[in-house]
């Protein structure tokens, strides 16, 4: 999903051969440039310059929309940008990190990062979040569907996470930022339908005493829908979120570098007779 | 250096969203094909299509000059690919197996292993060989030049290995080569240049006690060299030949995948109190 886009970013940001990483503060304004001008190229609109006066996100829905968002819409956009900005040691930013310790550019560190995140196990859980949505469709709906999809032993999108054993923080100042922009759009449908999702998944973990809560992709996708974003750019906001975070690793690396270079241990087979490709049967 | 010719690959294999691993042994291919091909229209030549009859190795040579490679040239071009195709979880790989870890696609994986292979600590050092050679001219300077290099404290290029306490087994095959080419061409001028290197920098290193030994880059350049390749060349060859590699640990990634997700431990400040920028000294 996010292929196209990283695709399009990669294309401005790579082909630098020298750089210089303090001064390189500028991708992190530059993907969300991109993904607002690459959405609006889409729909056949012109490129909207970047306003001096508002907040990064503010700034993105600007560039997006072609118009000054409201406060708190702005306001909104660039808390989430901002809880998407670092969180430790996760798989794209462990992998730019392994990628800068080889003093390799922080564009190839960045894109192999981009790469990461495109992994389903990493970015894409909040389109999913979305989609579950629309596959239940009405609050009324919530406790069938969530107890057959847990009957059928499948995962209910964004719960759970590798590091947290409590509810995400993140996903704390999310569900209160889609409160707002309900009730400011005076639409509860989305959050009524995820709140009564992680009442029926509490009911059911708390059963079989597994502590699984929601992660911040939970309520990241609707807050997105209800700031006129559409699915498919999900992952691309992380990135240009995230991408704050993976610079700061990879200068951090750089100041006591060391190359990542794991020793493997060998797990396989005892040796074996070698036979030639043409006599094997 | 690396970059020009990583970026065109990227443009080849970047673009596909799904990708299964199984089919994508082509990529192995392609790569050495797309560098000749690259090489070539650098010069203004045209594409010259793969022939079936040669191997990999004789095929690029063959697609680089536009001539069929003799069987020692065409032979010792393919064990070189193969010497590079695989060396543990070097940082590339490590790269790959940890955006692989994510489940995104292989093409992710193998643009991102590029990216760490542009690395100065992990690509480019057989380049830095040959520009050693060059700098140092004939084998009367040899020794006075490392000595007075290793005075000054400076590396030798392609001295030393993070895994190896002696000889690199790749360089002692990849010496014999370099031995056998310069009797093809009755020119022993590298050959003899880096023997004498090699003498020089093992004494000095003997009288600190201080076991470093020649690796994989020491000879490789010359080799290449010998081959009739610049240098601009070797690390694209480098990925061409890993991406065996690369793909290998992709798949056996995949076998048993778990994300790879290291914890961090926090090792800077004592919590600080929070000072508004516009107020900072």
């Known amino acids: 999903v996010v292929a196209y886009l990283s695709g399009y970013v990669q294309h401005r940001i790579q082909h630098s051969a020298t750089c210089n990483c303090r001064d390189t503060l500028h991708q992190v304004v530059q993907i969300a440039s991109v993904i607002a001008t690459y959405a609006r190229m889409q729909q056949g609109k012109e490129y909207i310059a970047p306003r001096t006066d508002l907040s990064h996100g503010a700034n993105f829905l600007y560039m997006f929309k072609g118009q000054e968002p409201d406060p708190l819409e702005g306001e909104i956009m660039d808390k989430c940008l901002l809880l998407h900005a670092e969180h430790g040691f996760n798989a794209s930013t462990f992998t730019s990190r392994v990628v800068a310790s080889t003093l390799s550019t922080c564009y190839c560190s960045i894109s192999a990062a981009m790469g990461a995140l495109y992994g389903s196990l990493h970015g894409g859980a909040n389109e999913k979040v979305v989609a579950m949505i629309e ?98 750019l999900f992952t691309p906001l992380f990135a240009a979120g995230r991408v704050s975070g993976w610079l700061a690793h990879i200068l951090e690396q750089r100041v006591d570098n060391r190359l990542f270079r794991p020793r493997a241990l060998y797990s396989g087979h005892e040796p074996r007779e070698y036979i030639p490709i043409e006599e094997r049967t």
């Open 135 to 232: 596959a239940i469709g009405t609050v009324d709906n919530v406790r069938q569907w969530v107890n057959d999809a847990l009957d059928r032993k499948e995962r209910i999108m964004g719960m759970g996470h590798r590091v947290y054993e409590a509810k995400d923080p993140r996903s704390i100042v999310m569900e209160d930022y889609l409160l707002k922009l309900s009730e400011k759009h005076n639409d509860h449908r989305y959050y009524e339908i995820l709140k009564e999702i992680e009442t029926v998944f509490r009911e059911r973990m708390e059963e079989k005493g597994k502590p699984i809560y929601p992660n911040v992709d939970f309520y990241s996708g609707a807050v997105y829908l209800m700031l006129g974003i559409q699915p498919i």
